[in-house]
């Protein structure tokens, strides 16, 4: 019998895709936080934005957004932002995060971005991953500030 890598599909995610996204977004999460349909909607319209998945036999297994934002510094070149980065927990470390990330990359080059930046949680341990797909945090702070 297969594994879900060996028939498995990365490509940008469409809103027929939702409801299995949403499983994969509630895994991600820690908490009472829950995706809903209509967020999870919203997020798929956004111009610029796309959620690319690997998606095998109706199931999306991994997941990367991908945001192209607009900038006016860089002769107007476009800046990336990636998020919402995440496997199925019982389908870890077959390469499936590897291959959403180099779509989501891929896009932005595509799309003449002249950074991608991403940020990782501390307790997650997905530094050396992100590492290993050539990230690093030598050249910028990531910062957060939360509405209270």
């Not at 299995?20 to 509630?26: D, F, S, T």
């Not at 919402?84 to 390469?95: C, D, I, K, L, P």
Request: glycine fraction near 8%; include cysteine.
């Amino acid at each position: 019998m297969k594994s879900h890598s060996e028939v498995l599909a990365v490509r940008p995610l469409t809103q027929q895709d939702a409801e299995a996204l949403i499983l994969l977004y509630n895994d991600l999460t820690f908490g009472p936080e829950t995706a809903r349909m209509h967020d999870v909607l919203a997020v798929m319209a956004h111009p610029g934005t796309t959620i690319y998945g690997a998606v095998a036999k109706g199931v999306v297994l991994g997941m990367a957004t991908l945001h192209i934002l607009p900038n006016v510094t860089w002769d107007g070149r476009p800046y990336a932002l990636i998020e919402n980065v995440a496997t199925t927990e019982s389908q870890r470390n077959r390469g499936i995060g590897r291959q959403v990330m180099q779509a989501a990359i891929d896009r932005a080059w595509h799309q003449n971005a002249y950074k991608i930046m991403l940020m990782t949680g501390q307790k997650r341990g997905a530094r050396g991953f992100y590492e290993a797909l050539g990230f690093d945090c030598e050249d910028k702070f990531g910062m957060v500030l939360r509405r209270p």
